[in-house]
């Protein structure tokens, strides 16, 4: 089961900041030429962890389950985060007016994972690998999302570019109107992620038992912590 099928929230943005300067004899209150403002991708490393500590009860609570004797053998919790680091270069005209314009949008995506396994499941090391490698099948489907979304982010190059220069009164002010213009790219980002995501959780299917039977310990074992089945579909 997938707990937290997504419960990313855009963060506020780290920001680097290249100081621009004009010479005395630069007279038009315009904003200097900038390159267009380039978008880039960054996984954050998720070990993904294991946990065998709670019961095929305790589980089955943790779940979400109801009633007095549910039990399930384990499932896959994560959570995901995004955050967007913006690099910027600021002018300032010779009138006061700051010019802010986006160098490079970074964006971070992290995934906060854990494979919950019933305790019961340690009696027998074939059949706790078994389990494992099933209900693991989706932290497997979240790496394929993420090497996808990869490939998805730098098509949002254009809406990047398109930001341009900003201008306001102060520093602060201008590169606030980046972040605003920036703010509806990553939550384009984020839907988009979600989508994939759930595509790829769809096609992990576990509904039955494993098929292992090492050498006739899952059919002893199993009954012990089967009566929900880690079914994440959200």
Not at 162 to 186: C, E, R
Request: charged share 20%; aromatic share 6%.
């Amino acid at each position: 089961m997938t707990k937290k099928l997504f419960a990313g929230k855009i963060m506020a943005g780290l920001v680097g900041v290249l100081l621009l300067g004009f010479g005395a004899a630069a007279h038009a209150a315009s904003c200097p030429a900038a390159p267009p403002a380039q978008i880039a991708f960054e996984a954050v490393p998720s070990p993904l962890t294991q946990d065998t500590s709670a019961t095929a009860k305790d589980l089955a609570l943790k779940a979400g389950a109801t009633g007095t004797d549910r039990r399930t053998p384990g499932f896959y919790d994560a959570s995901v985060g995004f955050t967007a680091k913006r690099d910027a270069a600021i002018a300032k005209l010779p009138d006061g007016t700051v010019c802010a314009s986006l160098a490079k949008l970074t964006v971070k995506l992290s995934l906060d994972r854990k494979l919950w396994l019933a305790n019961e499941l340690t009696d027998n090391a074939c059949v706790l690998k078994a389990f494992a490698d099933e209900i693991g099948g989706q932290a497997k489907a979240d790496d394929q999302a993420v090497a996808q979304f990869q490939t998805v982010v730098p098509t949002y190059q254009p809406q990047v570019a398109a930001i341009g220069w900003q201008t306001a009164k102060s520093q602060d002010a201008a590169m606030q109107a980046i972040a605003d213009k920036a703010a509806p790219i990553m939550q384009a980002l984020q839907a988009k992620f979600v989508e994939i995501r759930a595509a790829a959780q769809s096609k992990v299917d576990l509904s039955k038992l494993p098929a292992e039977d090492c050498d006739g310990a899952m059919a002893k074992i199993a009954p012990k912590v089967v009566t929900v089945t880690p079914a994440p579909k959200k």
